[in-house]
């Protein structure tokens, strides 16, 4: 009995170890024969995959690889009956039939893979895989309808609505029926309002204007047709306002949220919290419709709140007019003043407004950026440091470090200012006062500082200070990289400082020097856009320099910017300039040929052809337009 065992043991062992050879050599043919498809070379991996599915007929995935070299090489009728071999096998039924579907919808034999497909679903009707599989395969065949139906019957079949949102509505939309597709979108949101991120990206990926619009138009009717208490009302509301801003229908926007609010039998505040999103949006005029209509039709704090919140649009607006120099009137001026009677009202009406260190500190950054009056920001401080909520804030050592800046008083200004940002931590009070770090250290002549004050600024580009902070980042790097003892930054820092602290004559005049310095180069350009930003120089003087200069500076990194103040000023003044010619300020305008110059209708146009999707393009062509009009 035991040597029967032992030869018994013998032989199986023997047996193993000629078989192991055998099966290492078949995987790596099958490895090879992978590679050789990945290589896109079927012709050479098909005569390995049938020898390894004829040695080995009832491995699945042989046969599947198999299929899929036959179907890259279209010979689809040899796929079929390896497909069948398995088609009646209980662990492989649902899957080979999938795939004997696709190869006659290959063919040519839709009706047949139809059959086959739904015959297949039957049969498997409790295995939620084969549904998911099938559809895939019939959206790859481009049977986008089919696939809905299959995604219907899953839902049926395993009693769950929400099985498939997704999938019904992108392979509407594959076929081109938009509205279906938005329907099972909005169906999905009602279902689950958490989704919304869901749908604006599917929204977004698509990027087509008429799907826009057709959504646009059904959730018009939807809200139309449902009360404001109702769950639903308000889910439709933000995807519609969301959507109207992102295809810039502002006005329609502002006009559904007060929609919405006249609505309502008590305040939402859709309006208030379109209103911010649409400051953000250089939306101006919109946004101060949209606070005001809490300033008329409520009181307490949600008017002072609407009230700071319009005073705060007025800011902005301003600052974007003289940012990107669209201010043809000096309307910054009387925006800043709208904006102090805001907030002076708020503090005539009450000392009660929760939010009272937020005015104090808005009426000391305008009276130090605008008005400059130094006593009254220091008057704003000291209301500041007598509100108990406000003591060891981060708000009261910015704005003392502010006024510090103001008084050139730059080591107590870099103390308050560390103090704020380190109380911020986060946040756009902190992006706030390191930008008021690295401009203290600017105007202080420590450029190094300043440089590594802006580095955390780097991926911040939202904030208020956004662009200046860009702005100072490009006038360090220059001034450095052309002058290294850091001479010229001394020149331009102190007219800069000059410049925003009330002294624009004096600055003007140092900017005037270097532009007319042919040692000053690094910076010329941004002293020629400060010179021409000045509202008490001479039109007439300042449009002939900015003349003369580009004339002699074709290639200003600045040039388009520079090209729209020179229609500006041609437009002002009413004079033609000689183009190319102007080899100094006292020959720009005259010419014997009134066609050899340029007036501004001529310097807008230019502007346009030059730089066609350039930011001044839009309004340039703006102003050609009321220029055609005026003159008709």
């Not at 995959?49 to 599947?64: C, I, M, S, T």
């Not at 895939?136 to 009693?159: H, L, P, Q, S, W």
Request: with cysteine; net charge negative; hydrophobic share 35%.
């Amino acid at each position: 009995m035991g040597n029967i065992k032992l030869l018994t043991f013998l032989t199986a062992a023997l047996l193993l170890a000629l078989s192991l050879p055998a099966q290492a050599q078949i995987n790596r043919d099958y490895q090879l024969a992978n590679r050789l498809m990945q290589k896109n070379q079927y012709e050479k991996a098909l005569p390995m995959l049938e020898e390894l599915h004829q040695n080995n007929p009832d491995n699945f995935n042989y046969a599947k690889t198999l299929i899929n070299c036959l179907i890259q090489l279209k010979q689809y009728e040899r796929g079929i009956p390896v497909a069948e071999s398995f088609s009646d096998q209980p662990n492989f039924s649902g899957e080979a039939n999938i795939i004997l579907g696709e190869l006659y919808h290959y063919k040519g034999s839709t009706e047949k893979a139809l059959e086959i497909w739904k015959a297949n679903l039957d049969a498997h009707y409790k295995k939620l895989q084969v549904y998911v599989e099938t559809a895939r395969t019939m959206i790859n065949r481009r049977e986008y309808m089919e696939a809905v139906d299959v995604y219907k019957k899953a839902r049926i079949d395993f009693n769950n609505e929400s099985f498939f949102f997704g999938d019904i509505a992108n392979a509407y939309m594959q076929a081109g029926e938009y509205e279906l597709a938005i329907q099972e979108w909005l169906k999905l949101l009602e279902e689950s309002p958490g989704q919304m991120s869901y749908i604006q990206r599917s929204l977004l990926r698509y990027n087509d204007p008429l799907l826009y619009d057709i959504t646009i138009v059904e959730l018009d009717e939807r809200l139309d047709n449902l009360s404001t208490a109702e769950d639903e009302y308000e889910t439709f509301f933000k995807l519609q306002i969301w959507l109207l801003q992102e295809n810039k229908l502002f006005q329609r926007a502002l006009s559904t949220a007060k929609t919405y609010e006249n609505r309502s039998s008590s305040l939402n505040y859709s309006l208030f919290n379109l209103g911010r999103q649409l400051t953000d949006n250089n939306e101006f005029k919109l946004a101060e419709e949209a606070f005001s209509y809490y300033i008329e039709k409520s009181f307490g704090e949600i008017k002072w709140r609407s009230m700071e919140e319009l005073a705060n649009t007025y800011s902005k607006w301003a600052k974007y007019l003289e940012d990107y120099s669209l201010d043809y009137t000096n309307k910054k001026d009387s925006l800043y003043q709208l904006a102090s009677v805001m907030l002076d009202s708020i503090e005539t009406e009450t000392s009660n407004y929760s939010r009272m260190g937020n005015v104090h500190i808005k009426q000391a950054e305008i009276a130090l950026d605008h008005v400059f009056d130094l006593d009254e920001a220091e008057q704003s401080l000291e209301k500041l440091q007598n509100l108990p909520s406000m003591i060891e804030s981060p708000e009261l050592a910015y704005l003392e470090g502010r006024i510090q800046i103001a008084k050139k008083n730059y080591p107590q200004a870099r103390i308050a200012l560390t103090k704020a940002n380190k109380l911020a931590d986060i946040g756009g009070l902190a992006e706030k006062t390191r930008y008021f770090l690295a401009l203290t250290d600017f105007y202080a002549g420590d450029y190094e500082f300043a440089t590594i004050q802006l580095k955390s600024l780097g991926r911040q580009n939202t904030s208020y200070y956004a662009n200046d902070a860009l702005e100072l980042r490009l006038w360090l790097q220059q001034g450095i990289a052309e002058d290294s003892t850091g001479s010229s930054l001394d020149r331009f820092a102190d007219a800069v400082f000059k410049y925003n602290n009330g002294e624009s004559a004096k600055s003007n005049d140092q900017f005037l020097d270097m532009i007319e310095d042919p040692a000053f180069r690094a910076l010329k350009d941004d002293a020629m856009l400060f010179y021409v930003n000045t509202y008490d120089q001479n039109a007439r003087e300042k449009l002939a320099n900015l003349s003369q200069f580009l004339s002699e500076n074709n290639y200003s990194p600045v040039k388009e910017k520079l090209m729209w103040k020179q229609a500006n000023l041609a437009e002002q003044t009413g004079l033609s300039v000689l183009p190319g010619n102007c080899s100094s300020t006292e020959n720009c305008f005259s010419s014997e040929n009134p066609d050899e110059t340029k007036n501004a209708h001529d310097i807008y146009e230019e502007l346009i052809i030059q730089y066609p999707k350039g930011f001044y393009a839009p309004y340039a062509r703006e102003r050609l337009t009321e220029l055609t009009n005026e003159n008709s």
